[in-house]
T-cell receptor, first 111, second 113 residues
Framework: QKEVEQNSGPLSVPEGAIASLNCTYSDRGSQSFFWYRQYSGKSPELIMFIYSNGDKEDGRFTAQLNKASQYVSLLIRDSQPSDSATYLCAVNYNQGGKLIFGQGTELSVKP | EPEVTQTPSHQVTQMGQEVILRCVPISNHLYFYWYRQILGQKVEFLVSFYNNEISEKSEIFDDQFSVERPDGSNFTLKIRSTKLEDSAMYFC???????????FGEGSWLTVV
């Protein structure tokens, strides 16, 4: 059974701080890793994806992947109250295949 | 920006009734998906569809469920004989033939009473 695990939170950070969200996955054959943001009652919205070990930056967001440790993380710099949402980690095990989602981490950014 | 559109946004149905959820994927996309999210739970994969046939399905996607792409634009999920536990948000999604990124529609909230 392929699993994706996240701490459900809530993770609370003050405005302007760095929020760090973590995710582990069970299958070493995993190929692609995605971070989605989901506001309550809304659909998942893609933030960014990463395929290779190391860091990938996009604006205030940095995804980090460590395949040896089967670990992927998302850093949000200069957190804003509008970043308050549930962040979903998702893993793709084969080209074009389905995404397996974690349960999501609820982030709360306090003004 | 192109988007996946879904109808209805919310449907209430009586237990035992049939429901059809409709989706219009992004026009140049080739892979289509249905996911579901029960309130407070994970987003779960139901089925993927490519080249007019199911390419993969989960254990959830049993004989109660079916998918169809009747006219080259719409992609539908039919749920027969609905049960209370089918109450969930159903998301349609799609992606291109070459990319890995899956784009989600806004969802159809199904309430079975």
């Amino acid at each position: 059974q392929k699993e994706v695990e996240q701490n459900s939170g809530p993770l609370s950070v003050p405005e302007g701080a760095i929020a760090s969200l973590n995710c582990t996955y069970s299958d070493r054959g995993s190929q692609s890793f995605f971070w989605y943001r989901q506001y309550s009652g809304k659909s998942p919205e893609l933030i960014m994806f990463i395929y290779s070990n190391g860091d990938k930056e996009d604006g205030r967001f940095t995804a980090q992947l460590n395949k040896a440790s089967q670990y992927v993380s998302l850093l949000i710099r200069d957190s804003q109250p509008s970043d308050s949402a549930t962040y979903l980690c998702a893993v793709n095990y084969n080209q074009g295949g389905k995404l397996i989602f974690g349960q999501g981490t609820e982030l709360s950014v306090k003004p | 920006e192109p988007e996946v559109t879904q109808t209805p946004s919310h449907q209430v149905t009586q237990m035992g009734q049939e429901v059809i959820l409709r989706c219009v994927p992004i026009s140049n996309h080739l892979y289509f998906y249905w996911y579901r999210q029960i309130l407070g739970q994970k987003v779960e994969f139901l089925v993927s569809f490519y080249n007019n046939e199911i390419s993969e399905k989960s254990e959830i996607f049993d004989d109660q469920f079916s998918v169809e792409r009747p006219d080259g634009s719409n992609f539908t999920l039919k749920i027969r004989s609905t049960k209370l536990e089918d109450s969930a948000m159903y998301f349609c999604a799609s992606r291109t033939g070459s990319g890995n990124t899956i784009y989600f529609g806004e969802g159809s909230w199904l309430t079975v009473v």
